[in-house]
């Protein structure tokens, strides 16, 4: 058994990681932006459909724009974890958490609202898609192939961000739940970083970071009682 003055004391030196989380986001803004402008500009669809390409975009482009954390890094000390940026400070006591999981998307629900309606749009999105091929079997091949396109330009920037990296670009956001309501995502672009993250882990009893469950989304893992009367979510 390791002698326990050999442990590493994380208040007096704690484990600093760098979420990169932005970059992924302000790329994603670009792309999205910027597919919307050709199509709604150079693709020969009805005009109804370009107005709810735009409407769309401008959705999930302002989400997206506020989800923007800048200078933002996670400190790992003995009993807690907080985040750090220009924007906000969160903190998890270590006895608090109670979920870590590794997903794709760094964007957490800001009320019960965007829970329910996120998921109630995508079964509404596959919906609409679906009588789209029923109804128009000739353009089966064009509406796969957009959905195919969706997806290619939402995992895009995140492939361009670990381009020049060690790191698996697929599921790079670790996220944890406190039992308090409360929750710190951030962006892995670092094998290293991933390393000292599991070591930190493993020193708290909490989870061996390799069998960490994936998930697309972290959003399922908030309940109606995580928000407050108003429907805000509890920080």
């Not at 484990?15 to 150079?42: M, R, Y």
Request: proline content about 2%; hydrophobic content about 45%; aromatic content about 14%.
């Amino acid at each position: 058994m390791a002698n326990k003055n050999n442990k590493r004391d994380y208040d007096k030196e704690p484990l600093v990681i760098a979420d990169k989380n932005d970059k992924c986001q302000i790329l994603s803004i670009i792309i999205q932006v910027l597919c919307a402008t050709i199509v709604c500009v150079f693709a020969d669809i009805a005009i109804d459909r370009k107005v709810f390409i735009i409407f769309i975009s401008t959705i999930t482009v302002k989400r997206q724009m506020s989800e923007i954390k800048s200078n933002c890094y996670v400190y790992f000390y003995n009993e807690r974890i907080k985040l750090i940026s220009n924007q906000s400070v969160q903190t998890i006591q270590i006895n608090d958490i109670n979920k870590v999981l590794k997903t794709l998307s760094a964007v957490l629900p800001k009320n019960y609202f965007d829970v329910w309606g996120s998921v109630s749009f995508v079964y509404f999105f596959l919906a609409i898609m679906i009588l789209q091929v029923l109804l128009s079997p000739e353009q089966s091949f064009i509406i796969v192939f957009s959905m195919v396109l969706i997806v290619v330009v939402l995992l895009l920037p995140q492939f361009i961000v670990h381009l020049n990296d060690d790191y698996d670009w697929f599921y790079d956001v670790i996220f944890i739940k406190g039992l308090k309501d409360n929750a710190i995502n951030f962006m892995l672009t670092s094998q290293d970083d991933y390393n000292e993250l599991k070591k930190y882990f493993l020193s708290k009893g909490i989870k061996n970071l390799d069998k960490a469950e994936k998930k697309i989304w972290a959003g399922s893992e908030f309940k109606k009682s995580d928000f407050s009367e108003k429907g805000e979510f509890y920080e």
